[in-house]
C-alpha cells in the first residue's frame, strides 16, 4: 500500500475516509475540527433573499498557466453567486478522486480552494468525498456550490438587458479558454498567457455600489464565450445587440495563438470577466469604477442594445462589415472547466 | 452524429447544451423555464439557521434493485439536512457524464430524481452539467447539495449522545450495500433484497414532533454502515456504546448473502436508515411514533450509551459475548453511493 496516493478506501467513509478527512481535507479547506463534523453544516441565519449556485468543475489539465482546478472551483461558484448580484457566504465541495491520484497534488489543490476561498471572503463549511476505480475517473473532479446574501432589491438578471443599455467587459476575452488549451498540449506559447480566473464579487460590489439600479444584467462569459452568453441574455430579454469588434479587449498573444489555431475568440471561456449591462446615463461613471479596480484595468464599452429584431446579436467587424454572432455549436474546446 | 446519445457538445455551454437543458433537463426535473435561467437561483428568505450539505454519487451500478444514482442522490442529501433536524427546501444538482451515455437513461434518471424531490417535497432549483470524453468517467456521476430550515432550537449533534440514552434504529440493516452489490454482479439472490433508499425527513419531524429535546443524535449509517457511524457517535460524544446483536433488525436474505460472502452487515451501506439517540424517558414514545411511520415498521432499539470508557464501542453477540466494534478498516464494497 502506498501512503502517497489515493485509495479506493479513502473514499469508503470507514477509517482511511476519516483520515483523510481529518489530517488532509478539513485542515486545509475548513478549519472545523473533524470531531465536530455532521452530516450538514449549521449556518446562521441571512436576512432577505438567498442565492443559491453550484458547477461541476473538469478541467484538463488540472493544473494550467493561472490555476488549478481547485482555484478554478472556487471563482466559478463565488462568480455566480455574484452574477445575481449576491455577496458570496459559503460553500460546499464535492470531490471525485480517481484511485492512485496522488495525495501531494490533492493538498495543492485544496491549498489552492482555501487561497482562492479566503481570497474572496467565502468559507468552506461542507463538503464529501469520493473515491472511485483507476480508469474509472480522470484524476479528479470537483463540484462546488454556493450560497450568497442577496442584500438588494435590484433587478439584476438575463432577462434585464434594456433598448439603450451599454455593454461593459471588465477586461481581455479569452485567456483562460487559451491558457488551457496550452496547458494541456503543453505548448509554450507565451508566459502573457494565463488563465484569467478571479473571484468577482469584489469589482461587482464596487459597480453596485456606483451604479445601483442603472445596472441590469451581470453574467461571466465562460463555456461558449462572449458570444454564446450575449447571445442568452438578447433571447432572454427579447432585445437586439451590437457588439463592437475593435472595441474588444484582447491580449496579442491570445489573438495570435486564436489565429494560428482557427479558434474565434468570441466563443473562448473566460473565467474572471463579467459583461455588465447598464443604462448609457450611467455608462461613463461604471466604465470608471470598473477601471478603479484591479480587476477591471482594462474594461471597456463593448457594445449596445437595441429593441428589435429580439434575439438577434451581431459585430461590427474591424473592416466595417456586419457579422451575425451564434451560440458556439459543437464544442470548440472541451473540458475547460 | 448519433441524436440519442450525449456528445462533448452538450457540455459546451453552446447551442448543444442549451438544447439539452431545454429538452430534457429543465422540463424534468426543475419546472424553471429556461428561458429565465440565470447563474445562480434567486429563493425566498429563510427565517432563522440554515443547513447546508453536499453530496457526490458514483454508485455502480447506475441502476440497481430499489433506485437509482438519480433518487440516491435526492435521497442522500435530503437525509443529509433532515439529520441535522433541518426541513430540507432545496437542491442543486451537478451532472458529470461521460460522452456516448445514452439520454434515454438520463431522461430515467432525471424522472427519478424529479420523483424523488417531489416525494421528499423539495425543490431542485439550480445545476449544472459537464460532459467528459469517452473513457475518463464512468457513465455518469451525480454530486446533490441541499439547503434546509433549521426551525428549532434543539441541540442535535453527534456530539451530543448522553449517558442512558438508547439507540433507535428505524428498520433493517443492510439492504442498500447488499442490493447494489447484487445489482452489479447480476447476482439474482432474491426479490427480497431491494435497497432501503428513501428519504427520512418526514419520519424525523414525527420524532421531533413526539420527542422534541429529549432527541440528542440523528444520523443515518451510510458508508460504512451502523458499526462506523456508531464508533464516530461515540467518539465525538466521548461516550461508550454497546450495541445488542439479538436486537439489529436484518432481512433473513441479507444476513444469508452476507454469510455467503464473508460481508459483516453491520459494515454494510444503508440509504434509507436512521440512528436515533434519545434519553430513556422518551424512549418507548419515540419507537411508537417511528412504528407508526412506514419508514419506520421495522424500528428497533439496538443499544445503549454509558459515560465510560470514551469512544468505545461494543457488542454483545447472540451467544452472550462481547465483541469490540469499529470503524470500517479499507473498502469492503465500493462505490455503494
Redesign the interface.
Known amino acids: 500500500m502506498n501512503n502517497d496516493l489515493i485509495?479506493?478506501?479513502h473514499?469508503?467513509?470507514?477509517?482511511?475516509?476519516?483520515q483523510l478527512l481529518s489530517e488532509l481535507i478539513i485542515p486545509i479547506i475548513s478549519g472545523i475540527l473533524a470531531?465536530?463534523?455532521?452530516?450538514?453544516?449549521?449556518?446562521?441565519?441571512?436576512?432577505?433573499?438567498?442565492?443559491?449556485?453550484?458547477?461541476?468543475?473538469?478541467v484538463?489539465p488540472i493544473f494550467f498557466p493561472g490555476g488549478t482546478i481547485g482555484s478554478l472551483a472556487v471563482h466559478g461558484t463565488v462568480?455566480?453567486?455574484a452574477?445575481?448580484g449576491?455577496r458570496p457566504l459559503?460553500l460546499?465541495?464535492?470531490?471525485?478522486i480517481e484511485e492512485g491520484f496522488s495525495k501531494a497534488d490533492l493538498k495543492t489543490i485544496l491549498e489552492d480552494m482555501r487561497s482562492a476561498a479566503d481570497a474572496a471572503g467565502v468559507s468552506i463549511?461542507?463538503?464529501?468525498?469520493?473515491?472511485?476505480?483507476r480508469?474509472?475517473?480522470?484524476k479528479i473532479?470537483i463540484?462546488t456550490?454556493?450560497?450568497?446574501a442577496?442584500e438588494h432589491s435590484l433587478e439584476i438578471?438575463?432577462?434585464n438587458a434594456q433598448p439603450g443599455d451599454v455593454i461593459i467587459i471588465n477586461g481581455t476575452i479569452g485567456d483562460h479558454g487559451i491558457a488551457v488549451m496550452a496547458g494541456r498540449e503543453g505548448l509554450q506559447v507565451s508566459t502573457e498567457i494565463t488563465s484569467d480566473s478571479a473571484a468577482l464579487n469584489g469589482i461587482v460590489a464596487t459597480l453596485i455600489a456606483e451604479v445601483g439600479s442603472e445596472l441590469h444584467v451581470l453574467?461571466?462569459p465562460?463555456?461558449?464565450g462572449v458570444a454564446?452568453t450575449i447571445k442568452?441574455i438578447a433571447?432572454?430579454s427579447a432585445v437586439s445587440i451590437t457588439l463592437q469588434e475593435a472595441a474588444m479587449p484582447i491580449k496579442p498573444a491570445v489573438r495570435g495563438v486564436c489565429s494560428i489555431l482557427g479558434l474565434d475568440p468570441l466563443?473562448v471561456?473566460n473565467e474572471g470577466k463579467l459583461l455588465a449591462f447598464v443604462s448609457a446615463t450611467a455608462a461613463d461613471a461604471a466604465l470608471a469604477a470598473m477601471r478603479k479596480h484591479p480587476l477591471g484595468l482594462n474594461a471597456a464599452i463593448i457594445g449596445t442594445v437595441s429593441p428589435s429584431p429580439a434575439g438577434r446579436v451581431q459585430m461590427e467587424t474591424l473592416i466595417g462589415g456586419m457579422r451575425s454572432v451564434?451560440?458556439?455549436?459543437?464544442?470548440?474546446l472541451?473540458?475547460i472547466?
Chains 1, 2 share one sequence.
Open positions: 485509495l479506493l478506501g473514499g469508503s467513509g470507514g477509517r482511511l475516509s476519516h470531531s465536530v463534523q455532521n452530516d450538514a453544516a449549521l449556518l446562521e441565519a441571512i436576512p432577505g433573499r438567498i442565492a443559491f449556485t453550484t458547477d461541476s468543475f473538469v484538463d462568480n455566480d453567486l452574477m445575481m449576491a459559503w460546499s465541495v464535492g470531490l471525485i463549511v461542507t463538503g464529501d468525498t469520493k473515491v472511485v476505480p480508469g474509472k475517473a480522470d473532479f463540484t456550490s454556493g450560497i450568497g442577496v438578471h438575463g432577462a453574467r461571466d465562460t463555456r461558449g454564446t442568452e433571447q432572454q466563443f471561456a451564434d451560440m458556439l455549436s459543437g464544442e470548440q472541451p473540458r472547466c
